[in-house]
């Protein structure tokens, strides 16, 4: 007979976290009121729309990686993924084959990665770090394989113009952002399997006793990872028309970035939906703001480096005190 994992056992404290995200908000309004004194231009609704469609995507990477970190993994393949799909969609598109169908094989691409690494991991024992580290490599090297280091140009109309148009003036791409994190929230604080998935980062041994299967929750988390990097590449594609096998460098460790800078442990079993999201776009309003105020790139990337220590530092603190 198994015992079912309770809520209390492995969800973080509510009150830590309301306190924890309303400190983030603040922070985002704060830098959005700091911004828009120091230039009129950051307050227009051309950059506004810019900015969302800069954060859209590394916010959906992040959530992705939420739940990866949760289990106390990591997955460094993210931004070759998104390059492997913009490569993906591109090919079908140019091949003519219809959007949707098109989509719906790039999601399915990003879901078998995902499920190359959970198998590495758990079948064959390797770190996710090291069989992550190994996908980013070789996918780039597939992709410029397969395009002959060329680009892909997307001459479909109705895919690019979809990354242009706003809808009710927000922007598709940010649409997009909602339309993943609102199952992404209800899977990971209203489901069982998001209980799971704390219980695995926070002890897989007493998770397994309990009656949680840890394989599946690993494929599940690594799955859902790469789906949404996929999912990032099909955005890409469609904003710069494009396919090609170098984009999305980097956006590994940003996504990663905004998923600590949100809140989520890198120890694992602590982490929200709501928290990489708002950790992105603090993120791209400090890259938007920095480019406005021609403030030297290298500064966006020491401010990224400080926001990390301190978080990781207070989070090494709690968990002392725990």
């Known amino acids: 007979m198994t015992t079912e994992v309770t809520p209390t056992s492995?969800?973080?404290k509510r009150n830590f976290n309301f306190l924890f995200a309303l400190t983030l908000v603040g922070l985002l309004l704060l830098l959005c009121i700091v911004l828009?004194?120091?230039t009129?231009?950051?307050a227009t609704g051309n950059n506004i729309?810019?900015?969302?469609?800069?954060?859209?995507?590394?916010?959906i990477l992040a959530i992705g990686q939420t739940f990866v970190i949760i289990t106390a993994g990591i997955d460094l393949s993210v931004g070759a993924v998104v390059g492997f799909s913009t490569v993906v969609v591109a090919g079908l598109l140019q091949a003519g084959v219809p959007i949707p169908i098109a989509i719906l094989i790039t999601l399915a691409v990003g879901l078998a990665i995902g499920c190359f690494h959970a198998f590495g991991i758990v079948k064959m024992g390797l770190p996710p770090f090291i069989i992550t580290l190994a996908t980013l490599t070789s996918l780039r090297g597939i992709g410029l394989l397969i395009t002959n280091g060329s680009t892909i140009n997307i001459t479909?109309?109705?895919f690019t113009l979809f990354s242009r148009e706003s809808f009710l003036g927000v922007p598709n791409l940010f649409w997009m952002v909602v339309i993943v994190a609102i199952p992404a929230f209800v899977f990971l604080h209203l489901s069982k399997w998001g209980r799971y998935l704390y219980a695995v980062g926070s002890n897989p041994e007493a998770a397994r006793l309990s009656g949680v299967s840890v394989p599946k929750m690993i494929f599940i988390a690594y799955g859902l990872s790469s789906m949404f990097a996929a999912f990032v590449g099909v955005m890409l594609a469609a904003r710069l028309g494009v396919g090609?096998?170098?984009?999305?460098?980097?956006?590994e460790l940003q996504a990663i970035a905004s998923t600590v800078i949100g809140g989520t442990s890198l120890f694992g079993a602590i982490g929200s939906v709501h928290g990489p999201l708002i950790g992105a776009f603090i993120l791209a309003t400090i890259a938007n703001g920095a480019n406005l105020l021609n403030v030297n790139s290298f500064w966006q990337r020491i401010i990224t480096g400080v926001l990390i220590i301190v978080i990781v530092f207070f989070d090494q603190l709690r968990r002392r005190n725990r």
């Open 10 to 12: 492995v969800a973080p």
């Open 36 to 38: 828009s004194i120091a």
């Open 244 to 251: 090609n096998a170098t984009q999305g460098d980097g956006w």
């Open 40 to 42: 009129p231009s950051f």
């Open 156 to 158: 479909n109309e109705a």
């Open 49 to 59: 729309s810019n900015l969302l469609r800069q954060g859209s995507m590394i916010a």
